[in-house]
């Protein structure tokens, strides 16, 4: 069996995540807003957010993907559309993690072209070392080194999304 390496704890995934909940409450002030979450990496996050934002924030569910394995095939496919229409409606996309920028710049352009009122971006993880396509993200978790990492919704082939804290495999 792997040996995992804590990166981020539960305690500190907690912290952080209600204090992204508190920004968002006062960014968005009495507004509603639309979660738009991709599957499957940030359900966790996504949850654990919306149960800490007080206000109005609906869910809705997205799946793209361009990986294959631990790599980024740099090809996004659409796996799961959205339910109903964002036009007019104040969006955050919530991401487990942000590599190369490649299919959050994808996602966000394809959004925009429902016609939303605003698109915001949430991650949980950034890589900014990584990064090939200028992303704005307006929440932002933890920044972490370019290490692969699983748990809390991150896997490795399936595995390991059902971990509570973020870890690496030694």
Same mark, same amino acid.
């Given at each position: 069996?792997?040996?995992?390496?804590? !990166?981020?704890?539960?305690?500190?995934?907690?912290?952080?995540?209600?204090?992204?909940?508190? @920004? =968002?409450?006062?960014?968005?002030? /009495?507004? $509603?807003?639309?979660?738009?979450? #991709?599957? +499957? /990496?940030?359900? %966790?996050?996504?949850?654990?957010?919306?149960?800490?934002?007080?206000?109005?924030? *609906?869910?809705? %569910?997205? *799946?793209?993907?361009?990986?294959?394995?631990?790599?980024?095939? /740099?090809? =996004?496919?659409?796996?799961?559309?959205?339910?109903?229409? #964002? @036009?007019?409606?104040?969006?955050?996309?919530?991401?487990?993690? =942000?590599?190369?920028?490649?299919?959050?710049?994808? !996602?966000? $352009?394809?959004?925009?072209?429902?016609?939303?009122?605003?698109?915001?971006?949430?991650?949980? !993880?950034? +890589?900014?070392? *990584? *990064?090939? &396509?200028?992303?704005? &993200?307006?929440?932002?978790?933890? @920044?972490?080194?370019? +290490? %692969?990492?699983? /748990?809390?919704? !991150?896997?490795?082939?399936?595995?390991?999304?059902?971990?509570?804290?973020?870890?690496?495999?030694?």
């Amino acid at each position: 069996m792997e040996e995992i390496k804590v !990166l981020i704890s539960e305690e500190e995934l907690n912290k952080r995540i209600t204090e992204i909940a508190k @920004q =968002i409450e006062k960014d968005y002030d /009495g507004k $509603e807003i639309t979660l738009i979450c #991709i599957l +499957k /990496g940030s359900v %966790f996050f996504t949850v654990e957010l919306a149960k800490h934002i007080n206000g109005d924030a *609906r869910l809705e %569910f997205i *799946r793209v993907s361009s990986y294959e394995g631990e790599n980024s095939t /740099g090809e =996004i496919k659409m796996k799961l559309d959205l339910k109903d229409s #964002i @036009q007019g409606k104040d969006v955050i996309v919530v991401e487990d993690i =942000i590599d190369t920028g490649r299919t959050l710049s994808y !996602l966000i $352009e394809y959004l925009n072209m429902k016609k939303p009122n605003s698109v915001k971006l949430c991650t949980l !993880l950034d +890589k900014p070392s *990584r *990064r090939v &396509v200028d992303v704005d &993200v307006d929440y932002v978790g933890f @920044q972490i080194p370019d +290490k %692969f990492v699983i /748990g809390y919704g !991150l896997d490795a082939d399936e595995k390991y999304r059902n971990l509570p804290y973020i870890g690496v495999i030694e």
